[in-house]
């Protein structure tokens, strides 16, 4: 299998990307792909089903540069979290990895798929778990439509607030261990903030989308992104901290596209 490569490089924000191969807050989808064939101009695109394909694009989101100290978190007014750590807790704003990688960086198609086109929402729920009052896991991805499946494993009062903006907020109380709530996203939103009224280290970030093509990166900060159809697309690398990183990929019927991300220390 032949794979292409790019390289792309932020700091604080974004700054650029250097392609060694291949073409080159609301996100936009679909963007400057205009009417259908054929059709006049103005136009509208008529929703139509999304072909998957067998492209692939996977890499790694680098880190370079002395990573700054992530806040300690004080849980002596909660003991029963508090008990959870061996040592001081600290909230996971910043997370290099031992290979010099990122966790918790969320990338995804952001433009180059077909306008209107509409893919399958998955039937199975996205779960954020409250427990040892942090949320699990800190950056995920979502489909609109897909039932999103909140859940409180500590034995105490937790408050989870979506500051939502494309989406209805929500703000629901979890007094105890066991409950779970459930809630839909109905549009594209990237990325969702959620907070906890009682415990204020804790955030959490989701990114909600039409279509299935993202990928969060974890503890070896490699994201894999599947069943791409032949194409040319923008990828977009978000972190809560360093901000986004655009670059151009293009993909081939069966073959994997590596992109690899780099971003630096402020």
Not at 96 to 114: C, E, I, Q, R
Not at 196 to 210: D, I, T
Not at 223 to 251: C, M, Q, R
Request: with cysteine.
């Amino acid at each position: 299998m032949r794979a292409s490569r790019l390289v792309a490089v932020a700091g604080p924000g974004l700054l650029a990307f250097v392609l060694a191969c291949g073409k080159g807050e609301k996100a936009s989808f679909g963007e400057g792909m205009g009417a259908p064939p054929g059709a006049p101009a103005g136009t509208p695109a008529v929703a139509s089903p999304g072909a998957l394909g067998s492209g692939a694009v996977t890499g790694s989101i680098k880190f370079v540069g002395k990573a700054p100290a992530n806040p300690a978190i004080d849980m002596s007014e909660e003991p029963k979290c508090k008990a959870e750590y061996s040592s001081t807790p600290h909230e996971q704003v910043v997370v290099v990895n031992p290979n010099g990688t990122l966790a918790d960086v969320f990338v995804y198609v952001k433009a180059g798929l077909p306008a209107g086109a509409t893919y399958p929402v998955p039937s199975t729920p996205v779960v954020i778990d409250q427990k040892g009052c942090m949320y699990h896991p800190r950056v995920f991805g979502i489909m609109a439509g897909q039932q999103l499946q909140i859940a409180n494993s500590d034995p105490l009062l937790h408050n989870i607030k979506a500051q939502a903006k494309q989406n209805r907020p929500f703000n629901i109380s979890q007094p105890t261990a066991g409950m779970t709530t459930d809630r839909v996203f109905a549009a594209p939103e990237v990325m969702v903030r959620f907070e906890c009224n009682v415990h204020g280290w804790m955030h959490a970030y989701a990114g909600v989308l039409p279509h299935p093509f993202f990928s969060t990166t974890g503890g070896d900060g490699t994201f894999t992104i599947k069943n791409l159809p032949a194409g040319t697309y923008t990828l977009e690398a978000w972190h809560d901290a360093f901000g986004a990183a655009t670059a151009s990929v293009t993909v081939h019927d069966g073959e994997t596209t590596t992109a690899v991300f780099t971003y630096a220390a402020k």
